[in-house]
């Protein structure tokens, strides 16, 4: 039998929990309690989303059918212990923790895990965003299925093992394509050119490989195996050996790909 | 004094010739001639841009004011040979090709370089497409300044070694951050989810590059030296050595920058 979710508590106030506990009250859910270790952080989200500061995270316990942890990874374990005995459900949104740390503390317990990349001053369209959903039983896995879907069109299952690789995949295709922008953008620097010469060229890039297939739509000199090309960028990073050696790494890979 | 530019002719029929012979025919530039190696490739661009194909290079010449060379940078030499005399202007369009090759065998010859990824079933707006023009001298720059302003309002001066960092920056903006994107797809693969969970993070790190600085909208376990993650994340990667050693340089870079 599903449980009814009405009130709901969060542990942490950093960029997720900032995105969730507001998105859950547009879609009218009550937040009832908000802990972080920054008191003063656990204030401001409390006024944005009608809610109130907890000193301790004990106090997020009363009143509330659902306590989120979204706190640092290495932080969940601390504030499980903290909660102490709790009957309603507790979940963690963290991508690469697995479910047992709360399974073995709570007897209702599960993961909510939206795959986005959070930042408190820029707006998400959270109907967009994909949750990732593991819970410990089958009940406690449907209530968190009917609350993720009030938030976004896009719920899936996932165990720990695939959210692991799910998360590992985020961070190439989320992390690491944006330390590639990071570094085009130096190069810019370097050459003294304005760093918007390449912001239609990432959109464009970004585009593609959401109506396409980046593995068709990939280009440049390593997928046309244009060596001559490859050795005169070699050559410009010179003076930059560790893009030069990364440079090098991710041709070769794309060449391995094609060949 | 600016030269008056009317004909125009194309070397090359891939995809960048595709998307600039038709921008500049909609412009109102008359298209002379069209010729490739692949002469059933001349034919479909001359159909699309009310043009002509050439069986010989040297039938570009003729009633041309101009020649684009839009051919892969290694058969830059050959057409330039076929070419001949030409009292036109001549220009390539390739990021890392210096201009020499054309100054020393035409009177007129320039630059004209586009910054962005093309493919033909793919349309571009190519009025916010960089062009990065150069040329051997001060008539012939303000002539190719004025035909690209036609194209796209974002048109600069770059020199070759300007150009040259320029398409290396483009191949890390673009052609790099793609390879990420393929490598994520893999991985989601290997775990049996689909493609497009991927696809809200993409679009939202490539946004926040182009509203913001992407140095300071990196985010990950790297960014926030989450040792313990990155641990788990190499392990899940045990499988694919080539993506463990590539996770942990990038992780590296990262940690390296924000330390």
């Given at each position: 039998?599903?449980?009814?979710i009405k009130n709901?508590?969060?542990?942490?106030?950093?960029?997720?929990?900032?995105?969730?506990?507001?998105?859950?009250?547009?879609?009218?859910?009550?937040?009832?309690?908000?802990?972080?270790?920054d008191f003063s952080?656990?204030?401001?989200?409390?006024?944005?989303?009608?809610?109130?500061?907890?000193?301790?995270?004990?106090?997020?316990?009363?009143?509330?059918?659902?306590?989120?942890?979204?706190?640092?990874?290495?932080?969940?374990?601390?504030?499980?212990?903290?909660?102490?005995?709790?009957?309603?459900?507790?979940?963690?949104?963290?991508?690469?923790?697995?479910?047992?740390?709360?399974?073995?503390?709570?007897?209702?317990?599960?993961?909510?895990?939206?795959?986005?990349?959070?930042?408190?001053?820029?707006?998400?369209?959270?109907?967009?965003?994909?949750?990732?959903?593991?819970?410990?039983?089958?009940?406690?896995?449907?209530?968190?299925?009917?609350?993720?879907?009030?938030?976004?069109?896009?719920?899936?299952?996932?165990?720990?093992?695939?959210?692991?690789?799910?998360?590992v995949a985020a961070?190439?295709?989320?992390?690491?394509?944006?330390?590639?922008?990071?570094?085009?953008?130096?190069?810019?620097?370097?050459?003294?050119?304005?760093?918007?010469?390449?912001?239609?060229?990432?959109?464009?890039?970004?585009?593609?490989?959401?109506?396409?297939?980046?593995?068709?739509?990939?280009?440049?000199?390593?997928?046309?195996?244009?060596?001559?090309?490859?050795?005169?960028?070699?050559?410009?990073?010179?003076?930059?050996?560790?893009?030069?050696?990364?440079?090098?790494?991710?041709?070769?890979?794309?060449?391995?790909?094609?060949?």
């Amino acid at each position: 039998m599903q449980k009814s979710i009405k009130n709901i508590a969060f542990a942490g106030s950093g960029n997720v929990a900032w995105h969730l506990a507001q998105a859950l009250k547009l879609q009218g859910f009550h937040i009832s309690g908000i802990w972080s270790r920054d008191f003063s952080k656990a204030e401001s989200l409390a006024k944005a989303c009608n809610s109130v500061a907890c000193a301790e995270v004990s106090g997020l316990c009363k009143g509330s059918d659902l306590i989120v942890i979204a706190a640092p990874d290495n932080a969940i374990g601390e504030i499980v212990s903290a909660i102490g005995n709790y009957e309603g459900l507790v979940v963690h949104t963290a991508g690469s923790v697995s479910l047992e740390v709360l399974k073995n503390s709570f007897e209702h317990s599960g993961v909510f895990y939206p795959l986005q990349t959070f930042s408190k001053e820029i707006s998400v369209e959270i109907n967009h965003v994909p949750f990732f959903i593991e819970a410990s039983n089958r009940y406690d896995f449907e209530t968190l299925m009917s609350v993720a879907s009030k938030l976004s069109s896009k719920v899936y299952a996932a165990d720990s093992n695939q959210r692991l690789l799910l998360h590992v995949a985020a961070v190439f295709a989320g992390n690491y394509s944006n330390l590639m922008y990071v570094i085009g953008n130096e190069l810019l620097t370097n050459s003294n050119l304005p760093l918007e010469v390449l912001h239609p060229l990432i959109s464009a890039t970004a585009n593609k490989a959401i109506v396409g297939n980046p593995l068709q739509t990939q280009t440049g000199p390593a997928r046309r195996n244009d060596t001559v090309t490859i050795e005169k960028h070699l050559a410009a990073l010179a003076a930059l050996p560790e893009y030069a050696e990364l440079y090098q790494l991710l041709a070769n890979l794309i060449s391995k790909k094609y060949k």
